[in-house]
């Protein structure tokens, strides 16, 4: 009688144990579950740079995005000149996203094409999901005349590939 009294306290601590580690693991899934579903990138994204440059990105549920810089018509890469918007992809990878997206430069005096920029992004939602923080990359190819740009998906850029800045970006909240 002693030896079946143990086996059923024995038995009766496991049953308690699986109980507790069950409802751990189930605590751990909902809260995972509940910070994935805060983890989203979909919206519209105030963006700061260093150099004091801003702009308004939009990634849309179907994997694009674009993005409206605040020196669209002026600045880098020379004054006079102006850009189209930003248009391009973006990927969760692990942890962490990536963009990569295409604009036009355009001389400022006869409003040809002069180049074709890449912008390749690497950035993370910081915790809270509110935020977010990362790097960029800018490569261009150069345009022969006016209607004579390469193919920036077929053709090698004309210049390496370099870490641009750093950035961060705000969500445009609701009012």
Known sequence: ??????????????????????ATAGERAAMAQSQSQGAVLVGTWYDRFPS?????STFHQDGTFATVR???????????????????SWRRVANHFESVGFSYNFDGLTGEATSIV??????????GFETLSGQFYVTRWDCADSVSCPDPLAAAPDGPEFL????????????
């Open 1 to 22: 009688m002693t030896r079946m009294r143990v086996v059923m306290v024995c038995v009766a601590v496991s049953a308690g144990a699986l109980v507790l580690v069950a």
């Open 52 to 56: 004091g440059l801003s702009a308004f």
């Open 118 to 127: 890449r912008i390749r992004s690497v950035f993370a939602l910081d915790p």
């Open 164 to 175: 641009a800045a750093t950035f961060t970006s705000a969500r445009v909240p609701l009012p």
């Open 70 to 88: 605040g020196h669209e018509f002026g600045g880098s890469p020379r004054p006079g000149s102006f850009r189209s918007n930003l248009r391009g």
